[in-house]
């Protein structure tokens, strides 16, 4: 059962989603000019004051949050057995992110079409969150056992959310087992593809 603090974290990411949707559906369809926070407002049915309780900017609403957290995934590798490999954690930890994020990708056409026709508007943020989760992620895979040096911890950590990422998109174009692809995205990496 959710607690009261769930239950409205659960609300607010709700609705901020939904305004979220609103921008992106009034960028595809008018044109990114058309996505004001008036607009955007009026689309979901908000004020705009109360568009700047959930974004600081259109541009903010117009780019899909990141679908993992680098503190979440540093977390994850600290819950695994301390003395239990790298690879062997990434591939677990990386499991769970796959089957959560599976669901959340497949709403992210219309996120991916904004981002073909406006790149600029994801170029600085996604390269800032990168850059972050890479930092973040990196420090905790290197003090894993099994990892020989930082340019390997990195490799490791690279190719763990490359597997991830190819396992949920074939997932969601081909069908299939999410687990079961990233089985075999982990094991081709082992094998040294």
Same mark, same amino acid.
């Given at each position: 059962?959710?607690?009261?603090?769930?239950?409205?974290?659960?609300?607010?990411?709700?609705?901020?989603?939904?305004?979220?949707?609103?921008?992106?559906?009034?960028?595809?369809?008018?044109?990114?000019?058309?996505?004001?926070?008036?607009?955007?407002?009026?689309?979901?049915?908000?004020?705009?004051?109360?568009?700047?309780?959930?974004?600081?900017?259109?541009?903010?609403?117009?780019?899909?949050?990141?679908?993992?957290?680098?503190?979440?995934?540093?977390? /994850?590798? %600290?819950?695994?057995? *301390?003395?239990?490999? +790298?690879? $062997?954690?990434?591939?677990?930890?990386?499991? !769970?992110?796959?089957?959560?994020?599976?669901?959340?990708?497949?709403?992210?056409?219309?996120?991916?079409?904004?981002?073909?026709?406006?790149?600029?508007?994801?170029?600085?943020?996604?390269?800032?969150?990168?850059?972050?989760?890479?930092?973040?992620?990196?420090?905790?895979?290197?003090?894993?056992?099994?990892?020989?040096?930082?340019?390997?911890?990195?490799?490791? /950590?690279? %190719?763990?959310?490359? *597997?991830?990422?190819? +396992?949920? $998109?074939?997932?969601?174009?081909?069908?299939? !087992?999410?687990?079961?692809?990233?089985?075999?995205?982990?094991?081709?990496?082992?094998?040294?593809?």
């Amino acid at each position: 059962m959710e607690s009261p603090q769930q239950r409205r974290d659960r609300r607010r990411a709700e609705k901020r989603q939904a305004i979220r949707m609103a921008a992106v559906k009034i960028a595809l369809a008018e044109g990114i000019e058309a996505a004001t926070v008036e607009a955007i407002s009026a689309a979901a049915d908000i004020s705009p004051r109360t568009f700047f309780n959930y974004f600081a900017s259109k541009e903010e609403a117009l780019i899909m949050e990141p679908v993992w957290r680098p503190e979440e995934v540093v977390d /994850m590798l %600290a819950e695994r057995p *301390a003395d239990e490999p +790298a690879f $062997q954690a990434l591939k677990a930890v990386m499991r !769970s992110l796959a089957v959560r994020v599976r669901p959340i990708w497949a709403d992210m056409e219309p996120f991916m079409e904004l981002r073909k026709r406006y790149p600029e508007l994801t170029a600085k943020a996604r390269a800032v969150d990168e850059t972050k989760i890479m930092e973040t992620v990196f420090e905790a895979v290197r003090g894993r056992p099994g990892v020989a040096s930082p340019i390997h911890a990195r490799l490791l /950590m690279i %190719a763990s959310f490359g *597997a991830t990422i190819s +396992a949920v $998109q074939e997932s969601l174009e081909a069908g299939g !087992s999410v687990e079961e692809l990233l089985d075999e995205a982990f094991t081709l990496l082992e094998k040294g593809l």
